[in-house]
């Protein structure tokens, strides 16, 4: 029989004693409970409501006195046995009626999907309304919803996912998993043949440590599939998720294969320099030998022009080695003093001769507000306008070259830059606008015709273009065929440090090598017999003694048996090379005051050769092929030294 909030409770038993609810009990329990009720009069209108049901229906709103199906909208379908208002069906009948989750539009337009049962309210067999208790399933449902959704997400996925209890045995599998078991031959349905193959070592590592294991690749049937494990807390379960990195495994092993060919590739250059420029000094080296002996006209000729080839076939080594540096982004530049008017003379000096044989003019224009010192790379500065003087004298058949450097303002603010705007212009061939357009870029001549008339590896201005970047600058050309061209360029050079003059530095305190009262004792370490030869004519027109050891090894033993002013080292060498003789050498000569100078001698041209050269403890380098003003230049440096000085 139902109950309402009117009848006097039966009471509850409570061991000896007897539990009536009193009136208060009742409205306490109706004011603390979780559930939205609604009390109803017989006409179906609300007589009270406690707060849960007061927050749904909204806390704004007072619903007391409305009928509470205007308020609450609940109708049966028919599917219930009865169609219409339940809680009239209630009143009626005097039954509990359920009526299934629907939609409900609250007053303030929210959408919220509510559960309600309506229990009717008798005094004696009268009927005088009803309770109605509510059950807000908005965020339940939301909460299916998600998971549904998730499940979803997990089977509608295009990477397998699977999941592992602690036993090892697969409890869930999402489609994609269950094509991949059914994909290929040798698979058919193994678990183990597409996933790695420690899987059970793998599952209890994760379990145990409760930290991930991410990445493991697996070839399955021509593909590579990545397999990353991720245990589920106290479910004692992994969750695994598979992704197919194939491409990406075919990209890393191209790349791989790239980055190895590259290295391959400056391996080969860097041989290639050393075994290119080894027997290069021996040619140049006899040629300036040969130049100090009696020859007849002829012979001067023939000298001269051998000589000639030696150095041209020198710039092209040097170019593919400064384009290999680019290629591989290692091209890098030197800060020292830059004496800009020496530096422009010297270039002059070197293609004055090719100018003077076509009677051209080289004319020069350095603006007077140019600093005399600057700061930057000497060398490559030197090599840009080389390289633009020479090819404008190579190109102009009459009239001349005129070389301009001028001052210009620097874009960046709050810079100390001096940015210096330099110019080439000739008078010769010129160029078309189509050649302009590819000049700059490897290999990149003029024409095919260009190459077997004029020679070159077009590559010089390619380098060029790309060292002055490096300078912060651009290289521009403008250019009309027939009539000449124009070639410009910017660089961003530092001020000069000012630096305080000492009496007793500077050149005036180096002595010359030929003016030693004693001849200096020098010790030439080299496995090539050319060079030997070479090196030993050199030392000897300088006055110096020399001797001579074949490999590093019979070089520590000569400074052991012998005193000498200095050694010229050879780097490449059988047996001991030069920089282990250099390292035991100076391991020797530890808690001794003498200090013997060791000049490197390598057919290595690069910076990162150099710095070895000086980390083994070389104290100076000489680049093959080695010339006479050089060598006397270094020789001459290490006399100024004060610890040479003093032995």
Known sequence: ???????????????????????????????????????????GRILSLNPVAQQLVGRHQDVVGAVFH????????????????????????????????????????????????????????????????????????EAERNVQRVARLAEDAPNPIVEFGEDGIMLYANTAMVELLNYGTSIQGRVEAVLPPNLPDVLNHCLASQQPTVRL??????????????????????????????????????????????????????TMSHELRTPMNGVLGCTQLL???????????????????????????????????????????????????????????????????????????LAPDIPAVLRGDPIRLRQVL???????????????????????????????SIVLYWTVQDTGIGITADQQARLFGAYAQAETSTARRYGGTGLGLMICCQLVELMGGAMMVESKLGEGSSF???????????????AHVGK????????????????????????????????????????????GREAVDSTVHAIYDAILMDCEMPEMDGYEATQEIRRREQGMTRH???????????????????QAGMDDVVTKPMTLPVLREKLECLLALPAFQSH
């Not at 409570?14 to 609604?38: H, V």
């Open 1 to 43: 029989m139902s109950r309402s909030p009117g009848h006097t409770p039966d009471p509850v038993p409570q061991g000896n004693l007897c539990w009536l609810p009193t009136r208060e009990d009742t409205a306490l329990i109706f004011e603390a409970s979780g559930e939205a009720m609604f009390v109803t009069g017989r006409d």
């Open 217 to 270: 690749e697996h070839r399955v049937e021509g593909r590579v599939l990545a397999w990353s494990f991720f245990p589920l807390g106290s479910s004692k379960q992994v969750r695994v998720y598979g992704t197919d990195i194939t491409a990406d495994v075919a990209l890393r092993r191209a790349k791989e294969a790239a980055e190895e060919s590259a290295r391959a590739k400056a391996i080969f250059l860097a």
């Open 70 to 141: 205007d308020v609450v909208g609940c109708l049966s379908s028919g599917e219930a046995g009865y169609r219409g208002c339940p809680l009239e069906h209630t009143l009626r009948t005097g039954e509990v009626t359920m009526v299934s989750p629907h939609q409900w539009i609250r007053a303030d337009g929210t959408g919220i999907e509510i559960a309600a049962t309506f229990w009717p309210r008798g005094r004696g067999p009268e009927p005088v309304g009803a309770i109605v208790v509510c059950r807000d399933l908005t965020v339940e449902r």
């Open 508 to 551: 005036a305190s180096i002595a010359s090598v030929a003016d030693r009262a004693t001849a200096l004792r020098i010790l030439v370490v080299d496995d090539n017999e050319i060079n030997q030869v070479v090196a030993c004519k050199f030392l000897q027109k300088l006055g110096c003694q020399v001797e001579v050891a074949r490999n």
């Open 488 to 502: 410009s360029y910017t660089t961003s050079l530092l001020p000069a440090i000012q630096r305080e003059t000492s």
């Open 596 to 614: 013997l100078p060791i000049i490197a001698l390598t057919g290595h041209a690069s910076p990162e050769d150099a710095a070895k050269c000086r």
């Open 386 to 416: 080389f390289n633009l003087v020479g090819n404008a004298v190579k190109f102009t058949e009459q009239g001349g070259v005129r070389v301009s450097v001028k001052r210009v303002p620097c874009n960046q603010k709050n810079s100390d």
């Open 291 to 365: 130049q100090d002996t009696s020859l007849t006209d002829q012979q001067r000729q023939l000298l001269e022009t051998m000589h000639r080839s030696a150095e041209s076939l020198l710039v092209l080594v040097n170019d593919i080695l400064d384009f290999s540096k680019i290629e591989a982004g290692k091209m890098t530049l030197e800060v020292a003093d830059v004496e800009i008017h020496p530096l422009i003379t010297d270039v002059i000096t070197l293609t004055s001769e090719a100018a003077k044989k076509k009677g051209l003019t080289v004319q020069v224009q």
